[in-house]
């Protein structure tokens, strides 16, 4: 009987240490992406001037000088957000912890292809495009271990 005691109190402990190092990873994990999300704000902030289209033309404005730019980043899914993701997909609905993710890293690419278009000096990026993949873990088609997200234009100067 004291043994039977011993072995429930283990089990015990370790699901509550596993509760416990679960609720600190998702805080954790909050804590990281709202501070990227600040980051991304503030940068998108300083590119204010330089504008992005997705159309081939600015109109009234002579365009010179097209250069392309690109920008591009990968984001793993991280082990709680993979877990969120799971358990939403039982009961069906959105996927918050992956739109965060696709958010984030549409964001990042852009701001990078802004970036390299304002050190070649450009005035704006017109022909503007995203790309994103998918990248699998190996495991299996369903498993997603992060995302590749890819965007690019053609930097130009207006006269």
Do not use: C
């Not at 596993?18 to 600190?24: E, H, R, S, T």
């Not at 992956?98 to 990026?125: F, P, T, W």
Request: hydrophobic share 45%.
């Amino acid at each position: 009987m004291h043994t039977a005691l011993q072995y429930g109190s283990a089990k015990m402990f370790e699901l509550l240490t596993f509760l416990i190092l679960l609720g600190l990873g998702f805080w954790i994990g909050g804590q990281r992406n709202a501070r990227h999300l600040e980051r991304l704000d503030t940068r998108e902030r300083d590119l204010r001037p330089l504008p992005t289209t997705n159309g081939r033309i600015i109109p009234g404005a002579v365009l010179t000088q097209p250069t392309l730019v690109h920008g591009g980043v990968v984001i793993s899914v991280d082990y709680f957000k993979r877990i969120a993701a799971s358990v939403a997909s039982i009961f069906g609905g959105r996927l918050y912890a992956y739109e965060s993710l696709m958010e984030r890293g549409r964001r990042e690419a852009v701001i990078r292809m802004r970036e390299a278009a304002k050190a070649e000096g450009a005035d704006a990026v017109i022909n503007v495009r995203i790309e994103t993949t998918r990248i699998a873990n190996g495991r299996g088609d369903k498993q997603v271990a992060g995302i590749e997200v890819l965007a690019y234009g053609t930097a130009v100067r207006t006269t």
